[in-house]
């Protein structure tokens, strides 16, 4: 079975400071994996996603992802924060390439200082 | 386009008491929908998949008897925690996909509290 770990808990940032969100993976195949943000109170929205080809993917927000399978890893990077980019950040891995099935990582909190 | 609503958003009930929360899809047709639950700094954990116009799947460990699940339409996926207590308090967050190997779109949530 597929697992995913987000080593840390709490991440506390300067607003204008780079980001990077770490994630590391464990699947036997060919991994599907997802960035998901949560502001307080709110469902998921998506951030970027990962299947094939380009090992580094562009997505919403600014936000810029890197598949490593060397490393199993899939870590979330971001040049500047905003203080809006507040929020908890799931990575997920999925069986399939349309997102279904997905197993979360625990998720990582991001607080940014102003 | 691919917007899910929950509600209520947030609900409070006595223990006993059963608490219907409901999920849509606003702009499409959700063949499949799942439920998760989320506790306090927590990920979400999946409790169920459901398929239109047939009974859900329970993941292990999930009281199917308790938490009830219906899917009656493209548009509607219910859950309803019976004869809830404390213990059931979490964040319930649905999402719904165009097909069993479809993109997942999430709800924003609902945050029950049994008292």
């Known amino acids: 079975a597929q697992s995913v770990t987000q080593p840390d808990i709490h991440i506390t940032v300067s607003e204008g400071a780079s980001l990077e969100l770490r994630c590391n993976y464990s699947y036997g195949a060919t991994p599907y994996l997802f960035w998901y943000v949560q502001s307080p109170g709110q469902g998921l929205q998506l951030l970027l996603k990962?299947?094939?080809?380009?090992?580094l993917v562009q997505g919403i927000k600014g936000f810029e992802a890197e598949f490593k399978r060397s490393q199993s890893s899939f870590n979330l990077r971001k040049p500047s924060v905003h203080w809006s980019d507040a929020a908890e950040y799931f990575c997920a891995v999925s069986v399939n390439n349309a997102g279904n099935m997905l197993t979360f990582g625990g998720g990582t909190r991001l607080m940014v200082k102003p | 386009g691919a917007v899910v609503s929950q509600h209520p958003s947030w609900v409070i009930c006595k223990s006993g008491t059963s608490v219907k929360i409901e999920c849509r899809s606003l702009?499409?047709?959700?063949?499949?929908m799942f439920w998760y639950r989320q506790f306090p700094k927590q990920s979400l954990m999946l409790m169920a998949t459901s398929n239109e116009g047939s009974k859900a799947t329970y993941e292990q460990g999930v009281e199917k008897d308790k938490f009830l699940i219906n899917h009656a339409s493209l548009t509607l996926s219910t859950l309803t925690v019976t004869s809830a207590h404390p213990e059931d308090s979490s964040f319930y967050i649905c999402s719904a996909s165009l097909g069993v190997a479809r993109e997942q779109y999430f709800g924003p949530g609902t945050r029950l509290t049994v008292t």
């Open positions: 990962y299947f094939s080809g380009d090992t």
């Open positions: 702009d499409f047709q959700a063949t499949t």
